[in-house]
């Protein structure tokens, strides 16, 4: 479970960081609007806890320019006792749920597990080939209920080759979900990568078969 922390202040930044670690959660933790926004652009996240009050970017114009990008994460607000506007603020702009500073972890953890189950429930973001399960929305992958790390370029290949399960993929169809693959070394890198995929799904009941000529087919076995 990968969660992204915005919070500048210092105490509340290493305490919360601590004890999600300490729950098990994956965290990436940064204290301004302008880093949150980069790891947003750069990496994929289950969940975003966002203070609203944060130098270089405010947390509402994060915010908005998550949603507006059509990123359907659940988003949890965190503001201060004084906050009403702001809260409001983020409500309409799309968070899913907002805690009051100070507040007790428990209560922080509680809300990220609602806010997850919603947003399993609330868009579809589950697909499924055999033991083979990946949240599209976070790129999480789970095989066999197990979660698998992928790199963002693995998670693309993934989804597109899952989206077509027992049909023949293309590399071309496959370069053209990844917008930053250079396009001489482009047919030499989803080889790579699904070279990659294969050993992570290897003894399972669902293989990559290449189909010479044509491209890649996902299917279980
Ligand atoms: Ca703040």
């Given at each position: 479970?990968?969660?992204?922390?915005?919070?500048?202040?210092?105490?509340?930044?290493?305490?919360?960081?601590?004890?999600?670690?300490?729950?098990?959660?994956?965290?990436?933790?940064?204290?301004?609007g302008t880093e949150a926004?980069?790891?947003?652009?750069?990496?994929?996240?289950?969940?975003?806890?966002?203070?609203?009050?944060?130098?270089?970017l405010d947390g509402t114009k994060v915010l908005a320019e998550?949603?507006?990008?059509?990123e359907v994460m659940p988003v949890i607000i965190m503001t201060a006792r004084d906050g009403l506007e702001d809260r409001i603020e983020g409500l309409d702009l799309g968070a899913n749920d907002y805690l009051v500073k100070p507040f007790d972890?428990?209560?922080?953890?509680?809300?990220?597990?609602?806010?997850?189950?919603?947003?399993?429930?609330?868009?579809?973001?589950?697909?499924?080939?055999?033991p083979l399960r990946l949240n599209t929305n976070s790129g999480v992958l789970l095989l066999n209920d197990k979660?698998?790390?992928?790199?963002?370029k693995?998670?693309?290949?993934l989804k597109t080759l899952m989206a077509r399960a027992g049909r023949v993929v293309s590399k071309r169809q496959i370069m053209n979900?990844?917008?930053d693959w250079v396009e001489e070394s482009s047919e030499n890198a989803v080889e790579i990568v699904v070279h990659r995929l294969r050993k992570k799904l290897e003894f399972s009941k669902v293989a990559i078969t290449t189909v010479r000529g044509f491209g890649y087919l996902l299917a279980e076995e």
């Open positions: 479970m990968k969660v992204l922390l915005a919070e500048d202040d210092d105490y509340l930044f290493a305490a919360l960081s601590m004890a999600l670690q300490r729950r098990g959660y994956n965290v990436e933790a940064v204290k301004t926004q980069a790891a947003l652009l750069t990496n994929v996240f289950d969940i975003l806890l966002l203070d609203l009050g944060l130098p270089g998550l949603r507006s990008r059509g972890f428990r209560e922080l953890e509680a809300r990220m597990r609602a806010a997850l189950r919603k947003s399993h429930w609330g868009n579809k973001v589950e697909m499924e080939v055999g979660e698998l790390d992928l790199t963002p693995e998670t693309t290949v979900q990844v917008s």
